[in-house]
């Protein structure tokens, strides 16, 4: 038998309807230029069922693939909802990625219209040959004149000669949003998002114990719109009726300090690299913004180190908070008020960590295994990619991150899989020797990899940006002080600058390739 409920479907127009119905007052404020540009959520859904009825025009049909390429603007945040909303699939491509990435991504998602900012026009023009399914690209402000895109049209020219339709009715497992890994390994791998966990995952965000976004809350959402969707930022505050500010074009860190002293946000979401950019810039400019209004920092992508956690704290006030997801969880999966571990899984996750041959391990503080999750936003399998198969086991998503949880459920990473090194039979964690370099006042960023050793077979090697005069033997003496012996490197390279990937991680995968090229001489980039 079953239960006497609506069958009423979870799609991504329900959001919006609530931030017109609830919230229609409430504010989107993007960086225009110098300036901003503002207005309602009730005008943002007449934008929306304009910008769906012209892209219907252009002969976006249900199930067709619709590209962006695009900054955290309002426009980008009318493409969240209209392309969905009538049935397409919004593909968000990631414009940090290599021009050979970006358009395998484009051809394999098989995408038929492209809207994309006035500035990457000449990265699309660049890449356009290699897209034979794009039948139309649209520019998201005044079309370039010299222009080599065919047919090409002006984004607001559409919105004003279109005619509102309404967004239909959709089966809530139809996809509605498509996004790639960051490719560290070979080609990005295709996450297909489903209208259904699109929506559980922006309620998952909601709730007490996760982000527990808020009406009253004003988020500053840096996290780039073409990365798993902002973290789902921009739907959860739809939905609570959020007043949302977005950076606008190519933001630089004094932007962003702009944006904060003038917009008033009490929660940032960015990667880790952001919140040192904003310490190191705050400090270079004499500190003349007001900062005081930003109460909690969601850094993401990687552990924030605690030296980056303190400054904000002890300067700002500010706490950071922490959590742990990937593309393939849409993104998030747990959730910590601090960082002292990556939280506990968000309701509706299930997560165990295994060992080598599968056996699920006990969440005692002390084993260590492959992290695996399960939940209704993550992804059972990737798009046309035989990869999978390596990936899922038994309905579970491998993560290849290694993990250990405590009885209370509390889940701390200690590296990826492929990131542990094994040194003469025992494991050495990149990740607490990058913390621990970090912690030392003359450290700006490091990172540390596996190299080949003839005797242990693997030794640690690390890689330091400098912010001041330090020495290799004063940096391993502050590692001894805090490690076991064996895992101090006996090679500290000091690099000019950390190699990041198009999503602002340490590009571990580019030292490695350095420094098997060159070995430790050329590894400096």
């Not at 506990?344 to 492959?370: C, F, Q, Y």
Request: proline share 6%.
């Amino acid at each position: 038998m079953h239960g006497l409920m609506m069958d009423r479907p979870l799609l991504i127009k329900r959001l919006l309807w609530r931030a017109e119905h609830v919230f229609g007052d409430k504010q989107v404020i993007s960086r225009d230029g110098s300036g901003y540009h503002t207005y309602t959520y009730a005008e943002l859904g007449s934008r929306v069922r304009r910008l769906a009825g012209a892209l219907a025009a252009l002969g976006v049909a249900p199930g067709d693939r619709v590209a962006t390429l695009a900054w955290n603007t309002h426009r980008h945040l009318e493409c969240y909802f209209a392309v969905p909303g009538m049935g397409a699939i919004l593909h968000t491509a990631n414009h940090r990625l290599s021009e050979d990435q970006l358009a395998y991504t484009m051809d394999h998602a098989r995408d038929r219209v492209v809207l994309v900012e006035p500035d990457l026009v000449p990265l699309l023009e660049s890449i356009a040959d290699r897209l034979p399914l794009v039948h139309s690209y649209v520019v998201l402000g005044k079309v370039p004149a010299d222009t080599t895109l065919s047919p090409v049209f002006d984004y607001e020219d559409l919105l004003a000669h279109a005619a509102a339709v309404e967004l239909p009715e959709l089966d809530e497992y139809a996809a509605a949003g498509l996004c790639y890994t960051s490719g560290t390994t070979g080609d990005p791998k295709g996450v297909l998002y489903s209208h259904r966990s699109t929506v559980l995952h922006t309620l998952a965000l909601c709730v007490k114990g996760s982000a527990e976004v808020a009406e009253d809350d004003t988020y500053l959402v840096v996290t780039p719109m073409s990365h798993v969707n902002a973290w789902g930022t921009p739907y959860a505050c739809a939905l609570q009726g959020t007043t949302l500010v977005l950076p606008g074009t190519h933001p630089r860190p004094e932007d962003l300090l702009r944006i904060i002293h003038d917009q008033r946000p009490n929660v940032m979401v960015a990667a880790v690299t952001v919140g040192t950019m904003l310490r190191d810039a705050h400090n270079s400019t004499g500190r003349r913004y007001h900062l005081d209004s930003l109460q909690r920092l969601w850094l993401g992508g990687q552990a924030p180190p605690a030296a980056l956690t303190e400054w904000w704290q002890q300067n700002n006030g500010t706490v950071v908070v922490n959590g742990w997801g990937m593309t393939e969880t849409s993104p998030i999966a747990t959730f910590s008020p601090d960082v002292s571990s990556q939280g506990k899984p968000l309701p509706l996750v299930e997560m165990r960590i295994t060992d080598e041959a599968g056996t699920e391990l006990p969440w005692d503080g002390k084993s260590v295994g492959e992290l695996e999750v399960c939940t209704p936003w993550a992804a059972r399998e990737y798009l046309d990619d035989p990869r999978s198969v390596d990936s899922f086991r038994e309905g579970w998503l491998r993560t290849g991150d290694v993990s250990v949880f405590t009885p209370d459920g509390s889940m701390a990473l200690k590296d990826r899989s492929k990131d542990l090194i094994k040194s003469g039979g025992e494991w050495i964690s990149s990740v607490d020797l990058e913390n621990a370099l970090m912690a030392h006042p003359m450290v700006h960023e490091a990172v540390v990899i596996a190299i080949p050793d003839e005797t242990w077979l693997e030794r640690p090697l690390a890689c330091v940006e400098a912010q001041g005069s330090v020495t290799e033997e004063e940096l391993r003496n502050h590692l001894q002080a805090r490690f076991a012996k064996y895992w101090v490197p006996e090679h500290i390279v000091f690099v000019r600058r950390i190699p990041k990937t198009s999503v602002g991680k340490f590009d571990k995968k580019q030292l490695r390739a350095r420094y098997l090229e060159c070995g430790l001489p050329g590894i400096s980039p």
